[in-house]
C-alpha cells in the first residue's frame, strides 16, 4: 500500500485532475500534475504542477522520480507516457487500457470480441468506404471521428449517403465509424473500480440527460427496471475484468425502446456522470480512484441519498457570473466550481448536486434552478442590449 504523505502523479490537469487532487490531499496525500496549460484548473490546488506537454520525458522523469504512482483524468494522454511512467512506478490504468478507448473502432471490436453489444457500425477510413451498399443499412446514422471526439465534439447527424460524405469531408477526412442512430427508451451509465487484486465494486446507475452532445444532467437511481440496472452494473464488472483493468471506468449504455442494452462507450477514468458520488456516495469516484492508486481496499460505493447532477456550462457566463444565490438557497444543494479562467459556450465550468430522499423530486427541484440560473442570464443578456441601444 502507499500510505498517506506519499506523492501520487495526474497527467491532465482539468475538472478532473482537480478533484482527484481535493481528494487525494484531503487524504493526506500530495499530489503532482502535469499539464501544458499553466492555469490548468488543478494547478491552483496541487502541491506540484509541471507545466509541460503529456509527452515531455523531462516532465515524466521528474514525475516517476517524485511519485510512488500516477494516473490520468482523461483517456485523451499519449498512452506511450503512460508506458513511460510504468517502468518505474505503477500506473493505473496501464496504457493500453488508454489506448483501446482513444479509438472508438478499436474500443467497438474490442467489446464485440467479448460478446457484448454494441451498436451496427461501419469503419470508415476513406471516402471510398461509403459507397459500400452496407452503409445505406446504418443509415439514419452518427458519423464519428474515431478519435479525440468528446461532448459532441466530432460527431455528426446523417440521413444519407450523401450527408456522410460532407459529414466525413467536414471532420478532414480523419479515420471515422458509422454508426446506426438507435431507437432509445434513455441513456444510463455505471461507474466501476477494479483495484489489483481484482477486487470490484460498482456504482449506482445514473440516468443522463444530454443536449447538443453534451451531459446536461443526471439523475440516481435511474429510473430503470431492477433487471436493466443489474445487468448494466453486471456488465461493467465483465468489462473491467476483460480488461484486467485497474483503475475507475465508466460505461455509458443506450437503453434501448424494447428494453435491450447497448453499450455505447467506455472511458478509463471518473466520469462526469459519476460526479452525483461526491456528495451522494459513501466514497465518491475520485477518492476511489486515489484508493485504487494507492492500493487500500476499495471504498464503499453505496448511495446515501438520491441526487440529481446538473452540469453548469459556460453560456451562463456570457453577461458575468451567475446569480450563485439561486442555487446556494436550497439547502438541499452543494456547488462545485472548477476554477477554470475563461468561460466559453460549451464549457464545462462546474456542477451542482441536489440531495433528498426521492430522485423525482430531486429532478423537479434541479430542474427549477437551472431553469432560473438561465432565466437570469438571459435577463441580464436583455438589459444589455436594451442599455445599448438606449
Known amino acids: 500500500m502507499i500510505l498517506p504523505g506519499a506523492w501520487l502523479g495526474m497527467l491532465g490537469g482539468g475538472q478532473l485532475g482537480r478533484l482527484f487532487t481535493v481528494a487525494a490531499r484531503t487524504m493526506g496525500y500530495r499530489v503532482m500534475v502535469i499539464d501544458p496549460d499553466r492555469v490548468c484548473p488543478a494547478a491552483a490546488v496541487a502541491d506540484r504542477h509541471l507545466c509541460a506537454d503529456f509527452a515531455d520525458r523531462a516532465a515524466l522523469a521528474e514525475m516517476a522520480r517524485t511519485c510512488s504512482a500516477a494516473t490520468t483524468e482523461f483517456e485523451n494522454v499519449p498512452a506511450p507516457a503512460l508506458d513511460f511512467l510504468a517502468r518505474d512506478i505503477p500506473v493505473r490504468p496501464r496504457g493500453v ?179 452525483y458520488t461526491i456528495d451522494a456516495c459513501a466514497t465518491s469516484q475520485f477518492a476511489q480512484q486515489v484508493r485504487v492508486l494507492a492500493g487500500l481496499p476499495l471504498g464503499d460505493t453505496g448511495l446515501l441519498v438520491p441526487a440529481v447532477m446538473v452540469n453548469l456550462l459556460g453560456d451562463l457566463w456570457r453577461c458575468g457570473e451567475p446569480r450563485w444565490t439561486t442555487v446556494l438557497q436550497n439547502h438541499c444543494t452543494r456547488l462545485h466550481l472548477y476554477g477554470k ?50
Open 97 to 275: 487500457h488508454v489506448a483501446i478507448a482513444q479509438d472508438r473502432k478499436r474500443e467497438k471490436e474490442f467489446l464485440a470480441a467479448q460478446g457484448i453489444v454494441v451498436a451496427p457500425y461501419r469503419a470508415i477510413h476513406h471516402s471510398a468506404d461509403l459507397a459500400d451498399a452496407a452503409v445505406c443499412d446504418l443509415l439514419p446514422g452518427i458519423l464519428k471521428c474515431s478519435r479525440s471526439g468528446y461532448d459532441g465534439k466530432g460527431q455528426r447527424s446523417v440521413v444519407s449517403v450523401q450527408e456522410a460524405h460532407t459529414a466525413f469531408n467536414d471532420v478532414g477526412g480523419v479515420p471515422c465509424v458509422l454508426e446506426k442512430r438507435l431507437a432509445l427508451q434513455t441513456e444510463i451509465s455505471v461507474v466501476v473500480a477494479r483495484g489489483a487484486d481484482g477486487a470490484t465494486a460498482t456504482y449506482p446507475v445514473a440516468e443522463n440527460t444530454h443536449c447538443d452532445g453534451i451531459l446536461d444532467f443526471s439523475v440516481v437511481p435511474a429510473r430503470v427496471s431492477g433487471a436493466i440496472a443489474d445487468e448494466a452494473r453486471s456488465l461493467a464488472m465483465h468489462i473491467a475484468q476483460c480488461l484486467d483493468y485497474c483503475g475507475v471506468m465508466c460505461v455509458e449504455y443506450f437503453v434501448l425502446a424494447d428494453g435491450g442494452l447497448v453499450v455505447n462507450e467506455i472511458a478509463p477514468r471518473p466520469h462526469n456522470s459519476g460526479h
Open 341 to 390: 479562467s475563461e468561460a466559453r459556450a460549451g464549457r464545462k465550468m462546474g456542477h451542482y448536486t441536489l440531495l433528498g430522499t426521492a430522485a423525482e423530486d430531486c429532478r423537479v427541484s434541479a430542474l427549477q434552478i437551472k431553469r432560473a440560473l438561465e432565466a437570469a442570464a438571459q435577463t441580464v443578456a436583455q438589459n444589455e442590449v436594451q442599455a445599448a441601444y438606449a
